[in-house]
Nanobody
């Protein structure tokens, strides 16, 4: 079993920064891949950022240069540092994990957190 718990969401203004965290239990990060997705009202769940199994990082084009994914293995926690936030970043953000690599699609991730709301006002 893998349990994921997100935290750190909130209401901010455009241009502000916010850091999300995802605490994992049941497996170490070396056992698979962990990343972030988001879902805006009326939209599909979209890929945001991830660690690959070998430790490389990948980002959606919409967040490159603004968001940074990082991890603290001692705390078994993954973070998403979000800078220069825009209103279009407003969404529920989900932490996700899987045993193996693959396409960055929600259907290919086995474990999910409950989500945390991020709202960016103009």
């Amino acid at each position: 079993q893998v349990q994921l718990v997100e935290s750190g969401g909130g209401l901010v203004q455009a241009g502000d920064s916010l850091t999300l965290s995802c605490a994992a239990s049941g497996r170490t990060f070396s056992d698979g891949e962990m990343g972030w997705f988001r879902q805006a009202p009326g939209r599909e769940r979209d890929f945001v950022a991830t660690f690959s199994r070998n430790g490389n990082t990948y980002y959606a084009d919409s967040v490159k240069g603004r968001f940074t994914i990082s991890r603290d293995n001692a705390k078994n926690t993954v973070y998403l540092q979000m800078n220069s936030l825009k209103p279009e970043d407003t969404a529920v953000y989900y932490c996700a994990a899987r045993r193996a690599g693959g396409a960055f699609l929600p259907s290919q991730y086995e474990y999910w957190g409950q989500g945390t709301q991020v709202t960016v006002s103009s």
